[in-house]
Nanobody
Framework: QVQLVESGGGLVHPGGSLRLSCVTS????????MRWYRQAPGKERELVAH????????NYADSVKGRFTISRDNAKSTVYLQMNSLKREDTAVYLC?????????WGQGTQVTVSS
């Protein structure tokens, strides 16, 4: 059974940083690419970042390019999202996903609120 547990969110001022974590279990983490999505109130879920199974290939939404960095630790079955220079429009619930193995499965997510 796939489990995705996101953490690391919180309240941060504009320009601040947060590091999100997604601890996973129930599938072969090292064999799967991973993604971070976000969903703001009243908006559709948005793909934020993608990382290949070996961590070599990454891709980002234009809105976060140069500010966010996705990474993974296959030994810990964990994917991370380092978020720098946060903006108010980054406020959302952030969720990780396993696009090939369990595309329809979502964890609880972690709330990120950027506000002064």
């Amino acid at each position: 059974q796939v489990q995705l547990v996101e953490s690391g969110g919180g309240l941060v001022h504009p320009g601040g940083s947060l590091r999100l974590s997604c601890v996973t279990s129930g599938f072969t983490f090292s064999g799967n690419s991973m993604r971070w999505y976000r969903q703001a109130p009243g908006k559709e879920r948005e793909l934020v970042a993608h990382i290949s199974s070996d961590g070599v290939f990454t891709n980002y939404a234009d809105s976060v390019k140069g500010r966010f960095t996705i990474s993974r630790d296959n030994a810990k079955s964990t994917v991370y999202l380092q978020m720098n220079s946060l903006k108010r429009e980054d406020t959302a619930v952030y969720l990780c996903n396993v696009p090939s193995y369990a595309p329809g499965y979502w964890g609880q997510g972690t709330q990120v609120t950027v506000s002064s």
